[in-house]
T-cell receptor, first 111, second 116 residues
Framework: DQQVKQNSPSLSVQEGRISILNCDYT??????FLWYKKYPAEGPTFLIS?????DKNEDGRFTVFLNKSAKHLSLHIVPSQPGDSAVYFC??????????FGKGTKLTVNP | NAGVMQNPRHLVRRRGQEARLRCSPM?????VYWYRQLPEEGLKFMVY????????ESGMPKERFSAEFPKEGPSILRIQQVVRGDSAAYFC??????????????FGPGTRLTVL
């Protein structure tokens, strides 16, 4: 039973355009959501998070949107840069609990 | 990766041997989590520890796997009598669990275990 789903295994965008990565979840008890970026042979790097009491959080080029009624969140990267090419993982947790990860979306930003 | 240290980075074992993976959390963090990533999969939770306590081991296989986080020293994930299916990347994360804030976990670089 996959509680966090990233339905797009891959995404390709042009440099300078917007990248939108999507994530759906099924557990209504999740109240904290995070995005991690991962390069091959490295550990996940924390990007941005959002609490369930908010619907948007922004940090530089990265914005995360949360739609609780739809159990959906998305990560927007604008403008996209070639260095953003990596695998992006969505993760969710209940209060003070373990993280549940999606399977990841491989983003390729073409120069 | 935000100061979480893991060693070794690569570990090769033959079937039946023991594997010991070490994790030192970020300075000031007292909560440690272990995750496993199989090829083409996301990370799967294994165990959550605080100093000298196992808080949640719901993701740990019932046999051969154990974890500890002693009062002094790193957290250790131990796999006894390894089998080929144990080959994976094992990641450690730590957090500070500040009251009133979300629990952001910061990851180490991982240990890649290969069982021959």
């Amino acid at each position: 039973d996959q509680q966090v789903k990233q339905n797009s295994p891959s995404l390709s965008v042009q440099e300078g355009r917007i990248s939108i990565l999507n994530c759906d979840y099924t557990n209504s008890m999740f109240d904290y959501f995070l995005w991690y970026k991962k390069y091959p042979a490295e550990g996940p790097t924390f990007l941005i998070s959002i609490s369930s009491i908010k619907d948007k959080n922004e940090d530089g080029r990265f914005t995360v949107f949360l739609n609780k009624s739809a159990k959906h969140l998305s990560l927007h990267i604008v403008p996209s840069q070639p260095g953003d090419s990596a695998v992006y993982f969505c993760a969710a947790s209940e209060v003070s609990e373990k993280l549940v990860f999606g399977k990841g979306t491989k983003l390729t930003v073409n120069p | 990766n935000a100061g979480v240290m893991q060693n070794p980075r690569h570990l090769v074992r033959r079937r039946g041997q023991e594997a010991r993976l070490r994790c030192s959390p970020m300075k000031g963090h007292s909560h440690v989590y272990w995750y496993r990533q199989l090829p083409e999969e996301g990370l799967k939770f294994m165990v959550y520890l605080q100093k000298e306590n196992i808080i949640d081991e719901s993701g740990m296989p019932k046999e051969r796997f154990s974890a500890e986080f002693p009062k002094e020293g790193p957290s250790i994930l131990r796999i006894q009598q390894v089998v080929r299916g144990d080959s994976a990347a094992y990641f450690c994360a730590s957090s500070s669990r500040l009251a009133g804030s979300g629990d952001t976990q910061y990851f180490g670089p991982g240990t890649r275990l290969t069982v021959l």
